[in-house]
Every structure is written in structure tokens, then in C-alpha cells.
């Protein structure tokens, strides 16, 4: 059974500008208009109504539509794709076609339930489809004209009525006040007469340095010329002789000081005499720089020397005439009677021989789990580490041992967090130290269900 489409409401069409016809789709739900659109073939094909929010046309949640591609364009014609849940009728040359009554015929003739049914629309065909509980309206029309802009007057009322009138009172309330608070202090608070106002910087102040007159030729007293007499009268000035001289030469033992105590300042040595607190545990100290900066410097070339304490009867004579002797080492000084050089010898390395005792850990606890054995293999490929931490002492001292137990945890991500020495037997804090250096590099298996800590003991002992 069919029925006119004269006889089914269709949306209100808004006014039209001319031109081509487009395609127009309205969405009607509960006998209200709840979508509407104006298709252009290049903006929608195929064209989507749904409540996702990817589709072109978008319908509310209660319309039951999610993602419906109804309308395609294809070989410059609009088509409309008909699916099973699909029904109403289409106004399509004159002629009035069930939408039910087409599917119906096309399956008849073979096509697959499965797919829809397509059927070419031209610019006077237009319908009413039923989608479950929602009804679709189409049409091809003119879009409407765009929407001439309101005068100014109108714009203002409705910007007027979109404002929040409770805080703009509120707000003039407040310049209001604020405004009439300083009327008030100006009125009733007289200012002093310094004040320069609340416009002006408080506490800044400029200091602008007062520039000194210039001096003139005019302003300069003129210059008595001095007669014959005033020049007999005036102060004989003192003789050059009797004037000090800075420049005087200074005799050997106070230049010999002077040199000394400039060295004693601008070297290295001061800074080694400085840090010293005794003879038994440091390089030297202020004492023996003394002495032996004084034995130094009686055998320098230009220094004169102490009558007496030279090794040698060599003579030197400096550009200021003085005469001192100066100190050389010979060949009876060194022990070194013959004639063949002297030999030094070879510097050897010591080579030592260690073992290092690192079965398992002592305990494994914590929030994670994760097998000794995994520990252990670990440590056990990376021990020629652990080994050359102990046998660096072990050159320094050879009877070097004993027992240094780690403590470490192994995070989620298999990398060593905190490392800690628990007992150290070997009396070398520096082995320990290493050795939980060494191990905070290490990479262990990954823990399951949060982190581990281990116990782990290291036996040290010389070899033989």
C-alpha cells in the first residue's frame, strides 16, 4: 500500500537563492526536527547520518542511529542505498514506489539479502523513510540564502541578553566604591606640602652631581714676575747630597733575604709547608722548608753565599762587584768513583695472585621474586670486576683478606638502586668501596611483582 507524498509533513523550506538543486536531509524524531543539512555531491559522498561524531549529518542518541550511509553520489547522480531495516515510500516521476515493495522485487530477481538495494534518484524525487522508530525526509532544493547581518542595534540587545548581569552589577558596585573611597581620603586627608601625589614613585630619589665651574684665564691671579731680590730671599733648596736615596743598594744577607721570602711565597713550596702538621706523615714541613731553602740558595748563581759553607772552591762575581762562593756537587759526593755510568735498574710491575669466594646470596627478600641462581649468575660473570677492586690493594699490601658482605636491591627494571656495605673484615675501607661501586653497575633480570634485595657475601684471600 502506498501513499502520497502531497499528504506527508515535510520540514519548513527557508527562503532560496537560485541556482542548482542540492540534496536535503531532514532527521525527524518523536514529530520534532532534530537534524537538517544541504548536501553538495564534492562535500558528503556517501553521505553519513549517525550520532557518531565522524558522520556528516549529526542525529541525538534517541534516535537510534549510529552510523547510517544512506545517500552515495555516483556517475554524477545522486543514488539511494536501501538496507533491510529500511522502509517508507519515494515520490520518484510522478509516481509513488514502497520502498519495501522495491527490495522485495529486486530479491526476486536474485540480489543477495545481504546487500542494499540502490536506487537512482533524480532532482524531482523526494521521500519519507523509516528507520526503526525514526523518520528521514529528503528533497532536492536550492540552498538557502546566507543570512543578511543584523543591524547594530540588534546585535547589541543580543549580546546584552547573553551577559551575566548578577557579576556585571557587582563589578560596577566596585569601581563605584573604589572610586568613591579616594574622593573621600582626597576630601577629608590633606596631603603635606611635599607630597607630590599618588601618582609619583615613593622612596626614589635623584641625585643629579652638580657640575664644577670651569676656571678662565680671566679668573686666574696673575703672576707676580719674582725681581732680583725676592729670589735672594727666597729658601735655598737642600743639596743632592744630603737628599735620601731610595735607590741605594742593599748589602748580601738582607738581598739574600728578600729572595728568599719571594720564593717562599710564589712556589710550590708554600703550599707543602702550608698543609703540614708534622714530619712523620707528610712531605715536608716548615721547618725542613726553611733549612732547605736556606742550603739552596747559598750555592745560586747571583745569591751570595755564607763564607764557609761551600762544597767547591768555584767563585762567581755578580754585576755589583760582591764576590761570594757557590755550592756544586761532585762525582765523590754522589759515591760514584768510576768511570762507568750508573744503573738504575728496571721498574718491575707486582703481580699478584688473588682468589675471591662468591657462591650465592646469603638472603633474597623484598616485594619481588627472583631466583638466586639468577643473582648469582650475574655476579659470577662480572667477578673479574669484584677482583680487580681486591688485588689493587693486594699489590699495596700482600697479606690483604677477608670477608665483605653487599648489600643491594634490584629494582622492577633489573638496574641495582640501593647499595650498601653490610660487614667489611678485610681493615681496607677502599676494597669495599669498589666493590659496591662495581656493583651498582650491574644489569640483573627483571623482578617480578616489584623489587628485590640481596645479601651478598664476598670471601677475599692472597694467593699463593
Not at 553520489?73 to 539511494?80: C, I, P
Amino acid at each position: 500500500m502506498t501513499q502520497s507524498l502531497s499528504a506527508l509533513p515535510t520540514p519548513t523550506i527557508p527562503p532560496t537563492s537560485q541556482g542548482p538543486r542540492v540534496l536535503r536531509v531532514g532527521v525527524i524524531h518523536d514529530d520534532m526536527l532534530v537534524a537538517e543539512g544541504y548536501y553538495h555531491p564534492e562535500e558528503a559522498s556517501p553521505l553519513v547520518i549517525g550520532n557518531e561524531p565522524d558522520t556528516h549529518l549529526h542525529t541525538p542518541w534517541a534516535t537510534g542511529i549510529h552510523r547510517l550511509p544512506l545517500f552515495q553520489h555516483k556517475d554524477g547522480k545522486w543514488q539511494l542505498r536501501v538496507g533491510g531495516d529500511l522502509a517508507g515510500v519515494i515520490l520518484k516521476d510522478g509516481r509513488t514506489h514502497d520502498v519495501a515493495a522495491v527490495r522485495a522485487a529486486a530479491l526476486a530477481k536474485g540480489t543477495s539479502p545481504r546487500n542494499d538495494i540502490v536506487i537512482p534518484l533524480t532532482e524531482a524525487t523526494s521521500g519519507r523513510l523509516k528507520f526503526r522508530d525514526t523518520r528521514i525526509l529528503f528533497q532536492f532544493a536550492h540552498p538557502p540564502r546566507p543570512p543578511a547581518p543584523l543591524p547594530l542595534g540588534r546585535r547589541l540587545v543580543r549580546v546584552a541578553r547573553r551577559l551575566d548581569w548578577v557579576f556585571v552589577n557587582l563589578l560596577l558596585a566596585m569601581f563605584v566604591f573604589q572610586g568613591l573611597g579616594m574622593v573621600v581620603l582626597q576630601l577629608n586627608y590633606e596631603p603635606p606640602a611635599d607630597d607630590p601625589g599618588f601618582l609619583s614613585v615613593p622612596n626614589v630619589k635623584v641625585f643629579v652631581p652638580e657640575k664644577p665651574p670651569e676656571v678662565t684665564k680671566r679668573d686666574e691671579p696673575e703672576k707676580a714676575e719674582k725681581g732680583p731680590a725676592e729670589k735672594a730671599d727666597a729658601p735655598a733648596e737642600p743639596e743632592k747630597q744630603d737628599r735620601p736615596r731610595p735607590d741605594k743598594p742593599l748589602d748580601a744577607a738582607e738581598r739574600k733575604a728578600q729572595i728568599q721570602q719571594k720564593l717562599n711565597k710564589q712556589t710550590i713550596i708554600r703550599y707543602l709547608a702550608a698543609v703540614t702538621e708534622g714530619d712523620n706523615n707528610n712531605i715536608v714541613s716548615n721547618d725542613q722548608v726553611g733549612a732547605r731553602l736556606a742550603a739552596a740558595w747559598d750555592g745560586t748563581p747571583g745569591v751570595i753565599g755564607d763564607e764557609g759553607e761551600t762544597r767547591s772552591g768555584a767563585r762567581y762575581v755578580d754585576k755589583g762587584g760582591l764576590v761570594g762562593k757557590t755550592a756544586s756537587l761532585s762525582d765523590a759526593d754522589l759515591g760514584n768513583t768510576g768511570t762507568a755510568a750508573v744503573d738504575s735498574g728496571k721498574a718491575a710491575e707486582v703481580k699478584v695472585r688473588s682468589r675471591i669466594s662468591a657462591d650465592a646470596a646469603d638472603e633474597v627478600f623484598g616485594s619481588g621474586a627472583l631466583e638466586k641462581s639468577a643473582i648469582s649468575g650475574v655476579v659470577q660473570r662480572r667477578l673479574g670486576a669484584i677482583k680487580a677492586c681486591y688485588e689493587r690493594e693486594l699489590k699495596a699490601n700482600p697479606t690483604l683478606g677477608g670477608k665483605v658482605v653487599v648489600q643491594f636491591t634490584i629494582q622492577e627494571s633489573g638496574r641495582v638502586g640501593d647499595v650498601k656495605i653490610v660487614s667489611d673484615s678485610t681493615g681496607e675501607p677502599r676494597v669495599g668501596k669498589c666493590i659496591a661501586n662495581q656493583i651498582g653497575h650491574f644489569k640483573f633480570p627483571q623482578p617480578e611483582g616489584g623489587s628485590v634485595t640481596a645479601s651478598y657475601p664476598f670471601v677475599l684471600q692472597p694467593g699463593t
